[in-house]
C-alpha cells in the first residue's frame, strides 16, 4: 500500500491498535524506500523525510508510530550512498516489523501467567497486545472469562469480543458506564497502551482512567500491556503527550447536534491513567511496576538519550 492511502486509512481508524499503526507506517515506508526514484542520497532522504512526515501528521497519540518511524529512518542518517540508504531503511523495517510480532508473543507469554483459572478478567477497548495475555492464557488449558467494555464511540468492544468468541473464551459484552457495577466479580484488570510516560502514566482509550479507578477503589490489580516502542522517550524532555480529539459527529450525528445550538460536543479518544493505579506494566522485556518506565526508555528503546537531548537543544536553539 502507498504512504498516501496508509495515511488515509489511519486517519479514518480503518487501520487502528497503537501496534498496527506502527507495523502499518513502517510496512508502507517500507514500500516507499523500494519504489522511490531518487537520483541520489540527498534526493532520497527528501523523498523518505516528506514520507515519513505525512505518516506523523496522521494521528497524535500512539508514540508507537514515531517511534517506529524513527526507527526505521535512523539508517538514512549513516548511510553514505544511496544504495546504503535504501538497504538500511529496508533492513530496519524487516527488523522492527519482525521484533513487534514477535514482542506481543511474549507479552502474551509473560502476561498469561498472571491469569489463573477460575479467574474473571475485564479488559477495555482492543488491545492487540492485551489480548495476547488473555489468548494465551486460554490456549494454555486455563479456564477463565472475560468482561468486554463497549467502548463509545469507536466500539472497539466489537472487535474484541469477536477475538475472545473466536478463541472459545466466555465472554460478557457490557456498557462502559457499567464497569463499577461488575468490577466486584473481577480479579485483575488487563489493557494496553497507546503510549506510556517516563512517569509511568499510561495513555490509553478514552475511559481507561476510569476503569483504573474503579478497579483501584476494589484493589483490583490493573495491568498494562504494552511492547516497548510504546514508551514515549519526549516525556523525559518534559513534553506531554498528545491527546487526539476527533470529530464531534463521531459521538452524535451532525444533524442532532445542529438543532442544539448550546451544546459542544466532544470526543477525546485518549485519556491518562496515573502510575499509582498501575500495578504492573507487561513489556516484552518482562513485567515492571510503572516506576521503572524510564530504564525501558534507556535501556530498550534503543534510543541514545544524550544523543536525542543534544540534538533537542539543538533543534530548539535554531527555532529560538
Ligand atoms: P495495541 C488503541 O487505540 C486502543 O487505545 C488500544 O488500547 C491501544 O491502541 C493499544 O492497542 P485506537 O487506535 O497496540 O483504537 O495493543 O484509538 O493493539
Redesign the pocket.
Known sequence: MTVHATAEKIKR?E????????RAAVEALRAHARELDARDLAGFRKGMEEAAGLLLAT?P??V?LPNAVHLVMAPLGKAEDLGEARDGVIRAADQFIRSSKGA?ERIGEIGAHHIADGETILT?????????CIITAARQGKDFEVFATE?RP?N?GLLTIQALSDAGIPTHYIVDSAVRHFMNRIDRVF????AVAVNGAV????G?SLVALAAHEARTPFIV???TY?FAPRTTLGELVEI?ERAGDEVLPKARVEKLPRVTVHNP??DVTPAAYIDLIVTEEGAIPPSLAYIIIREFLGWDIEEFHKTFQIAHRDQG
Open positions: 481508524m487501520i487502528r491498535g497503537a501496534g498496527r499503526i506502527a494521528r497519540t500512539a508507537s506481543v477495555h477497548c482492543n488491545s492487540e497486545a492485551a489480548l495476547s467502548v469507536g472497539q489493557v494496553g497502551a497507546d495513555v490509553n482509550k478514552i481507561t500491556a504494552a511492547e510504546k487526539e479518544v485518549f
